[in-house]
């Protein structure tokens, strides 16, 4: 059978999976991730779940186009409220803001907080999320970055643990601390580009008065000083 391609960016989410898991792919789309597991018999057995009816008639289409009926069960809901508490050993969060992910976690604690790895990949508001994890009791286990096309991805592989809410430097919410302990390869282009980010929006201020343009101006800068700082580490 010719496996079916992932993107880089969907590939680095299914290497992170473990070996003989049951999984839940959650906002499954087409279903790729689990489809391309279970073809490499990497997994036990997939749960595909998504909140539209057309993305899952998708992912249908492709786990009968690959005769995977018997391992695949395919849900119609909202985040993992479509999970029962211990149905899976690991659930896969891919492709929705990072406020979203925050809210799906929250919507079944029971199961969020039971389930051995969650993998996060926050398309919008990473920051947010990682802020979410540090104060309700998660650990982030692992960070990863991939560049698809043009741009940067973070993942952010997780568990609950039920730790105290953690206080961090906030630039730890933009960049990951597992990013700067692993070096990971991606890294400088990415701090790089949070600083042009930055300088932009200091350019923009620019011929601009008042105390509110004064005290973004001073934020900026310091936070600009700030990555500088982690880039030379």
């Known amino acids: 059978m010719k496996y079916l391609k992932l993107t880089d960016r969907l590939l680095k989410i ?11 792919d959650i906002g499954t789309d087409h279903g790729y991730i689990p489809v391309y597991l279970l073809n490499q018999n990497k997994i036990q057995y997939a749960i595909l779940g998504d909140v539209n009816k057309g993305p899952l008639e998708n ?3 492709e786990v009968m186009r690959n005769k995977l009926q018997d391992k695949v069960d395919l849900r119609l809901g909202s985040g993992i409220e479509v999970l029962k508490e211990n149905e899976v050993d690991e659930i896969i969060i891919a492709g929705m803001g990072g406020m979203l992910i925050n809210n799906l976690l929250k919507a079944n604690e029971k199961v969020a907080h039971t389930t051995e790895k969650l993998i996060l990949q926050p398309m919008q508001a990473p920051e947010e999320l990682r802020m979410f994890l540090y104060q309700n009791g998660y650990k982030i286990l692992d960070e990863h970055l991939v560049r698809e096309e043009h741009r940067l991805y973070e993942i952010i592989v997780c568990k609950y643990e039920g730790l105290p809410p ?21 890294l400088t282009d990415f701090i790089e ?12 201020l620019e011929g601009k008065e008042g105390q ?3 005290d973004k101006r001073a934020a900026l800068n310091k936070k600009i000083d700030t990555l500088n700082d982690l880039l030379n580490k």
């Open 14 to 24: 299914a290497s992170l999976v473990d070996k003989d898991k049951r999984i839940a």
């Open 59 to 61: 992912a249908k289409k």
């Open 166 to 186: 953690q206080e961090i430097d906030p630039i730890y919410y933009e960049i990951g601390q597992k990013l700067i302990e692993n070096n990971d390869p991606l």
């Open 193 to 204: 580009n949070k600083i042009r980010i930055n300088q932009n929006v200091l350019k923009k």
């Open 212 to 214: 509110s343009i004064v």
